[in-house]
């Protein structure tokens, strides 16, 4: 990857009302959105506690319940996604 020196979580404050919008970082690091979101999943990946949420964007957390309501949302979506997931996989092969 070309940016492989660069870390979004560099240009992120801690606590959601420090948070960076998609489009923020984009302008700050002139990149795409997708090259930032593929950066921020590799910075993830590897042990980096960005976190998200729809109203303020990407941030670190500030304390230990900013990264426990970030895991429960992110398990939540997950678990939704495979419920959805298996409901269509059920009608698709069972029509």
């Given amino acids: 990857m070309i940016h492989d020196h660069l870390k979004v979580s560099d240009f992120l404050g ?8 998609l489009r923020e970082l ?7 959105n997708r090259a ?3 950066l921020i999943q590799a910075e993830r990946l590897s ?3 960005i976190l998200s949420d729809n109203q303020n964007g990407y941030f670190l957390p500030e304390c230990k319940s900013d990264a426990v309501s970030f895991v ?3 398990r939540r979506r997950a678990s939704e996604i495979c419920r959805v997931a ?3 996989e059920r009608g698709a092969f069972n029509g």
């Fill in 14 to 21: 801690h606590g959601a009302d420090n948070g960076k919008t």
């Fill in 26 to 32: 984009k302008r700050l690091t002139g990149l795409d």
């Fill in 36 to 38: 930032i979101r593929l």
């Fill in 47 to 49: 042990g980096v506690p």
């Fill in 72 to 74: 429960r949302s992110m």
């Fill in 86 to 88: 298996d409901a269509v």
